[in-house]
Each structure stands twice: as structure tokens, then as C-alpha cells.
């Protein structure tokens, strides 16, 4: 499971959160209905609140996402604040934007 999220699989939460110990590769896809938490490096895609649950966020301890998406709103790896980049971080809505902060 959330070990071949860490070889560049995916990997789908149905109806709760996601923990992941491991890194998460580039190429790789974490989804959850609820929050996702990665303790490690994140360079893959992240989708947290897949079925609409804007409360959701995604935790990380080394942002270098590929993508970012809460609840259909979403962040490229480009329009990540380079101050974020690399460090522990949360990505969160308030209200229709996703807002990544130091954590």
C-alpha cells in the first residue's frame, strides 16, 4: 500500500486520512478523502479531500510536490512560495485558495 506510493504508484485513502512514513517519489500519487500526512519528503502528487472535503489538508515534512490539490483546488510545483520549498509544510484552503504554510 503506501509503500508502492513511495516506488512511483499510487495510492487511494477511500473515506478517511492518509499516513505515509516513507518518501513519496516523483511520479508517485497519494490520494485521500481526508488529510494526507507525509512524514518524509513529498515530490509526487498529493490529492487530499478527493470527495470535496475542503477541511482537509495535506502535512509534510519536506515540500517538493509535483502537485498539490484540496477539494479540486490545486498548486503546480512552479506556484510553490519558494519559501515553503524543501521545509515542513501544510497546505490548507481558505476559502477557494490552497495556501501552503511553514510548519
Known amino acids: 500500500g503506501a509503500r508502492d506510493a513511495a516506488r512511483g504508484e499510487g495510492f487511494h485513502a477511500v473515506g478517511g486520512d492518509l499516513v505515509v512514513l516513507a518518501p513519496v517519489s516523483v511520479g508517485a500519487e497519494i490520494i485521500a ?6 512524514y518524509a519528503p513529498l515530490r509526487g502528487k498529493a490529492l487530499a479531500g478527493a470527495q470535496g472535503n475542503s477541511d482537509a489538508s495535506i502535512f509534510c515534512l519536506g515540500l517538493e510536490a509535483e502537485f498539490l490539490s484540496i477539494a479540486g483546488r490545486y498548486l503546480m510545483a512552479e ?7 524543501g521545509k515542513p509544510a501544510r497546505a490548507h484552503l481558505d476559502g477557494d485558495s490552497l495556501i501552503i504554510t511553514a510548519l
Open 33 to 38: 478523502d481526508g488529510n494526507i500526512h507525509v
Open 79 to 85: 506556484q510553490l512560495p519558494l519559501a515553503v520549498r
